[in-house]
């Protein structure tokens, strides 16, 4: 199916990993250790995203044990479900990004649109699943982490 018909919701990640409220810079740092992860995506109980913290973010954190959730933000780093896969792909180059959250209309996370480092297409959650048991490419599949 064309890019430009394709909406964020028919190609993100649907299962992305999930950190909750309470999580540190520390544990941040931690998920970061994996060169494949780009964003952390914090969330609320009942399933709100609440913060996208990338790397920067915490680079000059000297408070291990803070909360990571104030040090990240939401602005430039979503997308609703119903975006243009092309918007997407163009908003997210122009930013030297590879990750933006898809998120719905009252701000729950539904899942994770993943670039590839290729920037042919965005990892699908098969490509994720291939990766994981070291069964694909990983220059075909990208970044295809699960963020």
């Known amino acids: 199916m064309d890019e430009v018909v394709r909406t964020a919701g028919e190609a993100m990640l649907t299962t992305p990993v999930r950190h909750p409220l309470s999580v540190t810079v520390r544990e941040i740092r ?16 009942a399933g709100y995203l ?12 000297q408070a291990p044990d803070a909360a990571a959730a104030p040090l990240g933000r939401l602005a430039d780093r979503t997308v609703p479900t119903g975006a ?3 918007d997407v ?3 997210l180059t122009a930013t030297g990004r590879r990750r933006a959250a898809v998120t719905s209309a ?12 290729s920037r042919t297409g965005f990892c699908s959650d098969q490509d994720v699943r291939a990766r994981a048991l070291g069964e694909a ?3 075909a599949v990208g970044s295809a982490a699960i963020d």
């Open 84 to 86: 243009s896969l092309a």
């Open 106 to 117: 009252d701000g729950r996370l539904l899942g994770l649109l993943c670039l590839k480092v």
């Open 30 to 45: 931690d998920f970061f250790r994996d060169d494949h992860v780009h964003a952390a995506l914090i969330v609320s109980p």
């Open 137 to 139: 490419d990983p220059a």
């Open 50 to 61: 609440e913060s996208v913290v990338e790397r920067g973010d915490i680079a000059g954190c």
């Open 89 to 91: 792909r163009q908003a």
